[in-house]
């Protein structure tokens, strides 16, 4: 399939990341990326999307009963020591001394969550309510070789939606069943993709369970009761889904089982199979923070796991796979142009009201808080302008203003529709008030509201990006 | 002043931070604080002041003609050369190799943000409308010896709410102006910090204008059209507001002049100034970048300036300094917890009907997005409730739900005034719907939503803290 567009063109186009190999115009020379590889410098319109995610993921999250954390860049040695990190993972680590003191750049957020929740049993013993759960869209960084670094694919610096459950055992099986639930929703309602029997697989990574205490650490009773659980919660979501499930026995982390969600993708090299959220067990992590016996000293005899899940795993990595997927159209919510408004020319004139209605529609709608353009249609006709905008920012509405509309008070609006492809057209009345061209818009919103609680409206005139 | 609580006692009590000398309880040894000093750890209470701070501040700039940016935490050196740091900035920053390439954490954001100025340049040509203005919560790492190091306030690592603008010449003095209404919204409309006489100094940073071409690089008209610019807006705003200026001829950092908000705040040791907002011209990086070349070759023959400005300069700084201000008091919005709901048991028993209208006026404010708790009234009386409560984590309001509430069909609410320092107590009824309480909350949500377009609703139900 050469010569199909990859994510890093899509980015491109949106001006969500400026491309790896792009060059910045100093006059006498160009210039390179400047980052660096591995750490993609998001753009303006990278920068409202990342901007609308994290306001949909905090939201998300928070209705759940997920605490919200933010946590440092960078750490003491010393928390990774404790961890067990500097012992198996240092090679991946980016460290460095500050006076005589070693500090590393975070390569995860985990150890953070747990000091946090170590100190509100400290503050609060056992008023503290179990599960608890804490989320973060926490910036990591880890080492990866340049040769493999890729676009959104592959970088060294990422932001996860990362959280961590501390659930008595005997919960554990609804913990993650809910955690499935919370994928489901993001999945389907904020981003459109159905999860279902042609597109997810539920991958189980399991112990070999003779190699438990060797390879696998940990007891027998946490591996045999985590496992359990997640099988039960696989079958049950296959069954209730038709999604396939597979176990790759002797395929855990040394620390746990996990469950992942593969979904299966379209991308410039067909269809691929992705990684998206993550269920994973941990019980490295507690024994390290002496957890298990902090527990025990607050609320009695109580066994406990500790969980890591993530549902789209990398913000970055997920972005550039969506956008392959979707050729570069973004949910309402999320794009960085939501409107462009077309003025449309009548003999290679602008017509003044044609002109003043345009403007006023883009204030209006920017005073809503949404990001708006208004472009004059070319000499040659609207399908060249059309064509133009397809193919470069994609706004998922286009409304059309000519004298026509302006005559007969109404705005033509074409929305596009993500499951067909397709763009259909309809007329609103605009008279006074966008009242009805609201409803349009409150309609592109709503599965993202009805699931996270909110659809961010960040303003932008982005008229010069069209 | 001593005994008196400092800005690290009031974040201890919130859980906005976790305090810098306080020990992580584990089982047989105590841990001391591990993110290391100088990198705050902002725990729950912390990570939703800081997503609600970052709400607000997005908006509150999109709606200004702000774009949105988020970019990278680490750099390739060449980009901070390119800049001209590594000369003469290369000691506060964190640098290693990844392979054979030199990086830096970046000690700043605005070699990124023209960056991505130029890559719209280059794409979109003078489509790109001047004054061009670009924001980023942006968080950077600078080195500060481990002695100096004291809680939020002197720190390894910040979040700037930091923007640069770059503007025609001739539209400078009205960018100053415009930046200095944005600092008068913020700290008047979301912080509820007046400026005025009483607490408020322009400090003019200026050139020795006998020095320009040497210490002070540009060239005299650069400097002489910077400095008019803001001694005419100095002067405006000292008439209109009736601030004090002060001058400061030769004081100006090397590559051009600036003007600082100087705020004055109670503290922990008295009354002390602050420096929030600033505004600084640039002469160097526009040089390096080449953009004045670039906006010609553009624009055709157009003198721009760079301005960096922030109204808040750290985060971190500013929530320290506001919370030994107003003791520990933060605005609605921001507050970690927002309304506390004491169940009042009457005669040592908490009656059903009382438990459960909490449990549902809780539940209502929750589905709102709201942050709230339950606490049953000790048998000790309701007084020594509310002490606690004031004495740790601040609600802005208290609802007192007991048996003549329920019978009468009203909650009893405790609105703190941050103006007064006291509470102020109402009755409102409570039937079906808690829309009299919700008016109550949009009454404190809405100076906040006047100047950024929203208040976040981030939901917890902090229960387990009260």
């Known amino acids: 399939m050469s010569g199909e567009k990859d994510h890093i063109d899509y980015a491109h186009e949106l001006d969500v990341a400026i491309k790896p190999d792009s060059t910045v115009p100093l006059i006498g020379k160009e210039y390179g990326y400047f980052s660096g590889p591995g750490v993609p410098l998001f753009s ?14 905090v939201s998300f999250h928070a209705r759940r009963g997920y605490f919200i954390a933010e946590t440092p860049t960078l750490a003491s040695s010393e928390l990774f020591k404790l961890s067990g990190h500097m012992d198996f993972y240092r090679e991946n680590m980016y460290v460095f001394n500050i006076e005589d003191r070693e500090f590393t750049v975070k390569p995860m957020n985990c150890p953070y969550h747990l000091l946090i929740f170590l100190s509100h049993l400290a503050r609060f013993r056992n008023r503290v309510k179990l ?14 070789p340049s040769g493999s670094l890729y676009g959104l694919l592959r970088v060294r610096g990422f932001t996860q939606d990362d959280a961590h459950i501390i659930t008595p055992e005997g919960e554990a099986a609804r913990v993650i069943s809910d955690v499935f639930e919370e994928m489901r929703s993001l999945m389907e309602l904020v981003f459109g993709l159905p999860i279902d029997e042609g597109n997810v697989r539920l991958r189980l990574s399991l112990s070999d369970r003779s190699q438990i205490g060797t390879h696998f650490m940990g007891s027998w009773e946490e591996w045999s009761a985590a496992e359990s659980a997640l099988e039960e919660i696989a079958s049950k979501i296959a069954e209730k889904y038709k999604v396939k499930v597979s176990r790759g026995v002797g395929e855990a982390a040394f620390y746990g089982p996990k469950i992942d969600l593969m979904m299966s993708l379209r991308g410039s090299s067909g269809v691929k199979e992705w990684q998206m959220g993550t269920i994973q067990f941990d019980f490295n992590l507690p024994r390290r923070f002496k957890i298990y016996d902090y527990v025990k000293e607050i609320y009695g005899d109580m ?23 979707y050729k570069g159209r973004l949910p309402f919510s999320m794009a960085p142009l939501q409107v462009a408004i ?21 204030r209006e709608l920017l005073s809503r808080g949404l990001r708006v353009a208004v472009k004059e249609s070319s000499r040659t006709g609207l399908s060249g302008d059309v064509r133009l905008l397809e193919s470069s920012i994609k706004p998922p509405l286009i409304v059309y203003i000519g004298p026509k509309e302006v005559r007969e008070s109404t705005l033509a609006v074409a929305v596009y529709d993500q499951r067909t492809g397709r763009r259909s057209n309809m007329s609103v009345k605009y008279g006074e008030t966008l009242e009805e061209l609201m409803k349009i818009i409150e309609e592109q919103e709503k599965s993202v509201r009805e699931a996270s609680g909110v659809s961010p409206r960040i303003p932008a005139d982005l008229s010069h990006m069209v």
Do not use: W
């Open 44 to 57: 303006i319109g990278g920068g409202f999307l990342r901007q609308a995610l994290q306001q949909i993921l």
């Open 131 to 144: 599960p608890f759960k804490i989320f973060e869209m926490g910036r990591v960084h880890r080492y990866e």
């Open 342 to 362: 077309i003025a449309i020319k009548a003999g290679g004139e602008l017509d003044v009201k044609v002109e003043e209605v345009s403007e006023r529609v883009k």
């Open 303 to 325: 066994n406990v796991f500790i969980i890591h899940r993530a549902l789209l795993g990398s913000i970055e990595r997920f972005i550039g796979g969506y956008l392959e997927h």
